[in-house]
């Protein structure tokens, strides 16, 4: 909220998840009421506390998830691994989705794995941390979770 006062933006409404406890049920609460204001609303899920060192690489980034989500897809955006990490989730991208050229389909999801495992994930260079921030269309994510 702080944010969005030191930039000039007006919102209609902020929503906030005031105790984390699951990303799930907040973004369907912010899902429900954005679809309400614009059939066709997209959402972007954050986490509050991460830091965006080059914005302008993150806006290309959110520009090319804009494309996959606007198609139906909910959208995932995942880092390099820096080190073997039991505290995060992790991703193997699958295939390169053929509409929004460096998207890829997830193929599989390991949420906070034990030591071996990470240890794993980050020798093969095939996974990336999940970053917790998700893009999607609110239809599309409130189809989903019915």
Known sequence: AEHIREINVI???????LVGRNTAPAAAVAAIFSEQI???ALLLV???????KDPD????VILTAKKAATRGQIVTLGTPILKPETGYGYI??????????????VSNFF???DEVFATKFFNSGDYFWNSGIFMFSAK???SELN
Not at 46 to 52: A, G, K, T, Y
């Open 92 to 105: 193997q991208p699958g295939n390169e989705l053929a509409d929004a050229s460096g998207c890829y389909k």
């Open 46 to 52: 954050l986490p509050s506390d991460h830091v965006i």
């Open 11 to 17: 919102p209609r409404a902020i929503i906030l998840e």
């Open 38 to 40: 614009c059939e066709d």
């Open 111 to 113: 949420e906070k794995p």
């Open 57 to 60: 690489a993150f806006l290309e």
């Open 140 to 142: 599309c994510y409130l």
